[in-house]
C-alpha cells in the first residue's frame, strides 16, 4: 500500500518535471524561431534608428549603440518622396473606391442570390486571379499606349482595380453568406426590393467585410511594383513602390535613409493586414479556408 | 399585403420550415444585371488582353516604327521551342517554384504546430510570424539588398562562422547562392500565410479525438500521424496548389533583386517575358512566351477549382 503511494508519487513528480521541461522546451523554441522569423524586420528597424558610422562596419553591432531621428527629415528634403506617397495615396484610393462599389454588387449576386450562371461566375473570378500579372502586361501596354492611357494615375487604377477586385468579391462573398436568408425573406415579405434588402439589411451586417475589402484594394494597389513601372514611366506620377525602387543602398542613399523609407512605406500596410488578416486569407484562398 | 407574397401563395409554394427563404427561389434579371458589369470590366482589362496575346503570339508587332502588325503564323513558337534559352527558362522555374512549395509549407506546417500549442504571449508570438507577410514586396527587397550587402550585410557574420569562409560571399553573384536567396527570401515572405491557413485547420480538429486517442495509449508521434495529419491533410493538399500559384506569380523580389542572373540562373518565365518584351523590345516573342505561361497556370488553376468542387461535394 505505501509502496504504491510512493510510486505514484514519484510518478507525478516525474510528470511535473517532465512538463516543466517541456514547457521550457516551447518557450524556447518559440522564441527561437520568433527571432529567426522577425530579424529581418529588426535589421531594418536597427538600420534606420541608428547613425550609420557604426551600421557602416564589419561586423556591425547586432544592438543599437545610439539612437538618431534626423534621418526622416533627411530623406524628405533629399528625395520627393513625399511626392511618391502621394501619387500611391490616390492609386490607392480610387483603386479602393473601385472595388467596393463594384464588390459589393458581386458578392451579393454570388452569395445571396440564386440563378443560373452563379457558378460559373464565381469560377471566372476564381481564375482571373490566379493568372500571373505578367501574362497581361504586354497586350495591356501595347492598347494603353494605342489609347493614350501612359502616364495617368486613373489608368492605373482601372488595372489594379480588375487584378484585386476578384480577390475583393470572394471576402465580401464570405459575409455576406453569414446574413440569415430568413432576415432577407422577411424584408422582401414587407415590401422591401432586393436591392434595398442588400443597402439596408446586407451592408449594415456586414461593416467588417466592408472594411476588409477596403484594406485589401487600398494596399494592393498601393504595394503594386510591376504595373506601376510600366505604366508611370514618367517621374512626375512615380508612386512610392517604385520610387523606392530607384534608390541605391550607400551608393547614393545613407543607409540610414534607405531604410527608413522602406519603414515609412511599411507601416500602414503591416497594420492594417495585421488587422484584417483573417478576411484576406479567406479571400485569397476563394473561401476554401476561413482564417 | 404584399401582391409578391400572394403569387406564392397562389401557386402553391408556400413557405414550409425548410423551404428556402423567398428571395432565393424567384427567378430574376437582377443578378445578371449586377455581375454584368464585373464580367465587363474584367472581360475588357483580363479576358481580352488575354485574346489579344494569343492573337498577338502569331504576329510581328513593330512598337517604335510605325509598321504594321503582320501575320507569321507559328514562328513564334517555332522560335520558343527550339531556343535552348527557354527550356533553360522552364527548368529554372519549375526548380524555383517546386524549392519555394517545399520550404514556405514546411516552414509554414513547423511553424502553425508550435504555435497551435497554448502558451503565454501567443497573440504577440503570432502577430511577429506574420510580419514577413504584411511587409510589402519592394521594402522586403530593400532589407534584404541591405542584409547580403557584400561589404556590410549582417548576414556575413554567420557566413564567416563557417569553416573556410574568410571572405564575406558575393551572395547574389553566385548562381547556387543567387537561387538559394531567391527560394529563402520568396519563402520568407510567403510561408506566414501558409502557417495561418494550416493553423485554422488544426484549430477546427475537434479534441475529443486527441483525448481518445490518448486513452487508447497513442504516442506523440502516433497523434500526429493518425488525428492532425488526416485533419490538415486536405488543406495541405490545396495549399501545395496555391503555393505552386503564388511562386509561379512571383516578379518583384526575383526582378528586384537579381534581374533573372547571374547569367539567368534565376530568370523564371515571368522574368523572362518581362525582359523579352522591355529591355530587348521583342514583343511578339515576349506575348509567345507569355501564351506558354498562360497554359501552365491555367492548368494549374484548374486543379485548385477541380479540388474545391471535390470539397464542396464533400462538406454538401
New interface residues.
Given amino acids: 500500500m505505501a509502496a504504491q503511494v510512493a510510486e505514484s508519487r514519484t510518478a507525478t513528480s516525474r510528470f511535473h518535471v517532465g512538463r516543466l521541461i517541456n ?1 521550457a522546451l ?2 524556447v ?2 522564441a527561437v ?2 527571432l529567426i ?2 530579424f ?2 529588426y ?2 528597424m536597427i ?1 534606420t534608428f541608428q547613425p550609420s558610422k557604426y ?6 553591432p ?1 544592438l543599437p549603440q545610439e539612437l538618431y531621428f534626423d534621418q526622416f527629415a533627411e530623406l524628405f528634403s533629399e528625395h520627393p518622396i513625399a511626392r511618391w506617397l502621394r501619387n500611391s495615396f490616390l492609386i490607392a484610393v480610387m483603386t479602393m473606391l473601385l472595388c467596393m462599389a ?1 464588390s459589393v ?2 458578392a ?2 454570388l452569395s ?4 443560373p ?2 457558378n460559373l ?1 464565381g ?6 486571379q ?14 494603353y ?1 494605342r489609347l493614350n492611357m501612359l502616364n495617368s494615375i486613373p489608368s492605373l487604377a ?2 489594379d ?3 484585386i ?2 480577390i475583393c ?1 470572394w471576402i465580401l462573398k464570405g459575409v455576406f453568406d453569414n446574413v440569415p ?2 432576415v ?2 422577411a424584408s ?4 422591401c426590393t ?2 434595398g ?1 442588400l443597402w439596408r439589411i446586407v451592408l449594415p451586417l456586414s461593416a467588417p467585410g466592408l472594411a476588409a475589402v477596403a484594406v485589401v484594394a487600398f ?1 494592393f494597389a ?2 503594386e ?2 504595373y506601376a513601372g ?1 505604366m508611370l514611366s514618367s517621374g512626375d506620377f512615380m508612386p512610392a ?1 517604385v520610387g ?2 530607384t ?1 541605391k ?2 551608393a547614393q542613399t545613407p ?1 540610414e535613409q ?2 527608413a ?3 515609412v ?2 507601416v500602414l ?2 497594420v492594417f ?2 488587422a484584417m ?1 483573417r478576411y484576406i ?1 479567406s479571400g ?3 473561401g ?4 | 399585403m404584399n401582391e409578391r407574397v400572394d403569387a406564392d401563395a397562389m401557386a402553391g409554394r408556400s413557405s414550409g420550415k425548410r423551404s428556402p427563404p423567398r428571395i432565393l427561389r424567384r427567378r430574376y434579371l437582377l443578378p445578371f444585371a449586377l455581375a454584368l458589369p464585373i464580367v465587363l470590366y474584367e472581360g475588357l482589362l483580363i479576358v481580352y488582353p488575354i485574346v489579344q496575346g494569343i492573337y498577338g503570339s502569331f504576329t510581328r508587332i513593330e512598337l517604335a516604327s510605325s509598321a504594321a502588325t503582320t501575320w507569321v503564323g507559328w514562328d513564334n513558337y517555332e522560335r520558343m521551342f527550339s531556343d535552348p534559352a527557354f527550356w533553360k527558362v522552364i527548368r529554372v522555374t519549375l526548380l524555383f517554384t517546386a524549392l519555394v512549395i517545399v520550404v514556405a509549407l514546411t516552414v509554414g506546417l513547423l511553424t502553425a504546430l508550435l504555435f497551435n500549442r497554448p502558451f503565454r504571449f501567443r497573440p504577440i508570438a503570432r502577430g511577429m510570424l506574420m510580419m514577413p507577410w504584411a511587409i510589402p514586396e519592394v521594402p522586403v527587397v530593400m532589407i534584404f539588398i541591405w542584409i547580403l550587402s557584400p561589404q556590410f550585410g549582417v548576414v556575413n557574420i554567420l557566413a564567416r562562422m563557417l569553416p573556410g569562409v574568410t571572405q564575406n560571399p558575393q551572395w547574389l553573384q553566385v548562381p547556387e547562392l543567387a537561387m538559394g536567396w531567391m527560394v529563402i527570401i520568396s519563402s520568407w515572405k510567403a510561408f506566414p500565410f501558409y502557417s495561418l491557413v494550416i493553423l485554422a485547420a488544426l484549430q477546427a480538429i475537434p479534441q475529443e479525438l486527441y483525448e481518445a486517442a490518448r486513452v487508447d495509449g497513442a504516442s506523440r508521434l502516433q497523434l500526429f500521424r493518425h488525428v492532425t495529419f488526416p485533419g490538415i491533410s486536405s488543406t495541405l493538399e490545396l495549399l501545395v496548389v496555391l503555393a505552386a500559384i503564388f511562386s509561379f506569380k512571383q516578379f518583384t523580389i526575383i526582378f528586384l533583386m537579381t534581374g533573372g542572373g547571374p547569367s539567368g540562373t534565376t530568370e523564371t518565365i515571368v522574368i523572362r517575358i518581362f525582359n523579352t518584351a522591355f529591355r530587348f523590345y521583342d514583343y511578339s516573342y515576349a506575348t509567345a512566351l507569355g501564351v506558354a505561361g498562360f497554359v501552365v497556370s491555367l492548368a494549374v488553376a484548374l486543379v485548385f477549382i477541380l479540388m474545391q468542387v471535390r470539397r464542396t461535394q464533400e462538406s454538401a
Fill in positions: 514547457g516551447l518557450y523554441t518559440v524561431v520568433s522569423i522577425v529581418p524586420v535589421w531594418m538600420s551600421i557602416l562596419h564589419f561586423p556591425p547586432l463594384l454588387l458581386g451579393f449576386a445571396n442570390l440564386r440563378w450562371g452563379r461566375f469560377l471566372f473570378l476564381l481564375v482571373t490566379m493568372l500571373p500579372e505578367v501574362l497581361i502586361l504586354i497586350p495591356l501596354y501595347i492598347l499606349r482601372l488595372i482595380a480588375a487584378f477586385l476578384p468579391i436568408p430568413e432577407l425573406d422582401v415579405v414587407d415590401g432586393e436591392l434588402a494596399f498601393w504595394n511594383y510591376l510600366i513602390s523606392l525602387s534608390l543602398a550607400i543607409v534607405y531604410m523609407a522602406g519603414l512605406f511599411s500596410p503591416v493586414y495585421l488578416q486569407v485569397l484562398t476563394a476554401a479556408v476561413k482564417g
